[in-house]
Every structure is written in C-alpha cells, then in structure tokens.
C-alpha cells in the first residue's frame, strides 16, 4: 500500500470538507428527508384539539362522599335501615275430625325454628401432611387460591374449626353455627 503525499492529503479532507454541505442541501431539498432535519412530514398531521365545554364548571355536582369518613370515630357503623322482618311461621294441627290424631287441639302451635342452612362452602380440600410425631395438618385452597393450613381444634379462615382430618376428608365445624362439614378430597 503506498503512502498517501502531504499533497493528496489535504485535497482528500477538502473533498470531505466540500461534501458535508452538498449532501445537507440534498437532503433538505428533496422529500425523503427524515423529520429529524427539520422537515415536517406532510403524512401525519396533528390532531385537532378537542373543545372544552366550559358551561360544566358551573353546573351542580352529585353528592359525593367519598373520603368524608372520620377515620378516629370508632364504633359501629351506621347501618341502612331495613324492611320490618316477617312475623315467624306459625303450623296449624288439623282438628279431630280432619284425620288428626284424637285428643289434640286446633289451635296454631308455632313451629320449631328452622336452621339456616350454610352458604356454599368457598374451601376445597387437597390433603394432609404428617410429620412423625403423628401430627396431621390439613391443606385446604379457598376459591381465591389462598393455602389454608391448621391441625385438628385450630380455626382456618376466621369461620371454620377442623375437627377432624383424615385420609379422604376434613371435617369442618362452622365457629358461628356450630354445623358440621364435611369435605372430601379434591385434587387439582
């Protein structure tokens, strides 16, 4: 390779130095010039700017109560009222001559209280771990997928009392109610 002479040298940088603005003006002058040069792009105009309806401001608002709650008041809250309870249900004997049974009355007698029954159970029971000791912790998913675990008299999500584990089901007891349940082995 040959050496460049002190000649050649600077009619090369002149070169260079005359083909920076040539191509500036070309690339000005022509359309496909990027947008970072300082030529708009025709394409994408900007958007309209939406009015602003100022006849809003002195319109009335709607009662908000959001954030009104005094956080050092302490007690219960205040409660809707609610619609007067139904009186209860009142069972009627038939009387001796509609086939009852002889002796009794026709008055109304009132019922024996019903038991609510539970709400749908939100807890599926995937098994138990022993340790050995002989210790058994049952494992139980609630529908949010939250991992329960407790032994035998402990109570599992502020409701429920295990009262029994064993290989195929968990008995629960209700801690208000006192109804038992029993789940069995569900896997997945």
Do not use: C, H
Request: aromatic share 4%; glycine share 10%; hydrophobic share 40%.
């Amino acid at each position: 390779m040959r050496k460049l002479s002190r000649r050649e040298k600077g009619l090369l940088g002149a070169l260079a130095v005359a083909a920076v603005p040539v191509t500036a003006w070309v690339l000005f002058q022509s359309d496909a010039a990027p947008a970072g040069l300082g030529r708009p792009q025709a394409e994408n105009p900007l958007p309209a700017v939406p009015r602003i309806d100022l006849a809003r401001i002195d319109a009335p608002r709607a009662e908000d109560t959001a954030g009104r709650r005094d956080l050092f008041a302490f007690g219960r809250a205040t409660e809707p009222e609610e619609a007067p309870k139904p009186p209860p249900v009142v069972a009627t004997s038939p009387g001796p001559g509609a086939g009852g049974a002889p002796g009794l009355s026709g008055n109304p007698v009132a019922a024996l209280p019903v038991t609510p029954s539970l709400p749908p159970l939100n807890l599926r029971y995937i098994g138990s771990v022993e340790n050995k000791a002989g210790v058994k912790v049952a494992v139980l998913v609630t529908d949010r997928r939250e991992v329960l675990t407790g032994q035998a008299g402990q109570v599992v999500a502020n409701r429920y009392r295990i009262a029994r584990i064993g290989l195929e089901s968990v008995d629960l007891e209700d801690v208000g109610s006192g109804q038992s349940r029993r789940i069995p082995l569900k896997g997945n």
